[in-house]
């Protein structure tokens, strides 16, 4: 494994646009609107129902999904970068060292694989929650390492790096870090707490050099560049909205919402053939209904009794395995949802990847992955 050379950090100087709300304390309780009611665009149905599983027991974990023609690439919960071909599934390259069970002692020394993205000479970069930035050749398997966790980056450590995507000429990786407190699997302490302290970043691949460009979100979470590439998309999950980072141009530097006040918790972003966006929800905020996360908010002295009573696969059983899938405008504006109410056949969705009129659907933990025939629903 290649480690990287000259990796050089810099913090961009920009102005101080950033809301009060994001200057508060990392601990104190969130407050979120009201959810939207779940009709009209979010109105419930079963269209997910319609995907086929697929390679089912045999991959655990696909969270993000990438395509190279019609070859599929994921990373899985063992560490691995799989290639998808047809019926057969290829292993391609690990990111860390084995043993490999998926064991939550085992994932920082394994790796965890999340983002993925083909970058345009063909080679996959890859976002590991705990290894860092790679650069993977899919065909000959070699791996390069651009940037590595856990390091201090403009003063913070990298702990948790989650999604990236990469500008059409190659030169710049954008990246998130969705906390330098908690690492991935300790991610629900990052959603009770609602620790203010993910960032958006800048690899440059000539220069290698990192560059911080926005501080203090909320479990800064999946990435999508702007069609223009001077702003990027990131999911804000424990606030249910997505935010605009500029990142080059007459604005870079400042930050605006893109959308509030979601359904759901926002996970990965992807482009959709139509012009707008996937966005797959990590759980719902179903209204009318309960949501547990939403009365938890402004209530931080609960949230630290409950992690003193149960553990975190515990408290995983009380959040409802309801999918949603939202496809949004260019402008922010819902277009349509996809849903399973009870989460019966596509379970724990991260991510929806369009392709060749079918949405591929990642999952955080499912053992298997989702496809859905656009045409049918």
């Known amino acids: 494994m290649n480690e990287p050379e000259g990796l050089r950090f810099r913090r961009l100087n920009r102005p101080q646009i950033i809301t009060d709300e994001l200057q508060e304390p990392q601990y104190k309780g969130t407050s979120l609107n009201e ?27 696909p969270e993000s999904i990438a395509n190279f023609g019609d ?33 939550r002692e085992q994932e920082p020394s394994c ?3 999340l983002g993925i993205r083909v970058g345009p000479n063909g080679t996959l970069f890859v976002a590991d929650a705990y290894l860092g930035l ?11 390492n651009l940037v590595s966790a856990g390091q201090m980056v403009g003063g913070r450590r990298l702990s948790f790096v989650n999604d990236l995507d990469v500008t059409q000429d190659g030169r ?39 560059t911080v460009l926005m501080e203090n979100l909320r479990f800064a979470n999946g990435i999508q560049l702007f069609p223009d590439e001077e702003s990027v998309l990131v999911t804000e999950t424990t606030m249910a909205r997505i935010r ?7 604005n870079k530097g400042g930050m605006d919402t893109f959308v509030d006040n979601l359904p759901g918790f926002p996970d990965n972003i992807r482009r959709s053939s139509s012009g707008g966006y996937w966005v797959a929800m990590s759980a719902v905020r179903p209204n009318p209904g309960f949501s547990m996360l939403d009365f938890l908010s402004q209530k931080p002295w609960i949230k630290k009794l409950i992690f003193k009573l149960f553990s975190q696969d515990m408290l995983m059983k009380f959040v409802p395995r309801y999918s949603l899938v939202i496809e949004l405008q260019e402008s922010g ?18 991510e929806a990847h369009e392709h060749d009129g079918h949405l591929y659907l990642g999952s955080f933990r499912s053992p298997y992955l989702c496809k859905l025939d656009l045409s049918k629903v």
Not at 83 to 101: N, Q
């Open 71 to 103: 070859v599929i690439y994921t990373g899985t919960a063992d560490g691995k970068i799989v290639k998808i071909e047809g019926k057969s599934i290829t292993v391609i390259a690990r990111l860390g060292k084995p043993p490999c069970d998926g064991s």
């Open 35 to 61: 959810p939207p009611l779940m009709s009209g665009c979010y109105e419930p149905n079963f269209k997910l129902r319609e995907a086929q599983r697929l390679f089912e027991d045999q991959l655990v974990g």
């Open 244 to 250: 605009r980072v500029h990142v080059s141009g007459l």
């Open 134 to 144: 790679f650069e993977v050749n899919p065909v000959t398997g070699e791996v390069t």
């Open 333 to 350: 504006t819902c277009v349509r949802s996809f849903h399973d109410p009870h989460g019966m056949v596509a379970a724990y969705v991260s």
């Open 172 to 210: 710049k990786v954008y990246f998130t870090d969705s906390s330098s407190r908690w690492q991935r699997r300790d991610y629900l302490h990052l959603i009770m707490e609602a620790t203010a302290d993910g960032r958006v970043l800048e690899y440059d691949t000539e220069t290698k050099e990192v």
């Open 111 to 113: 790796g965890r694989p």
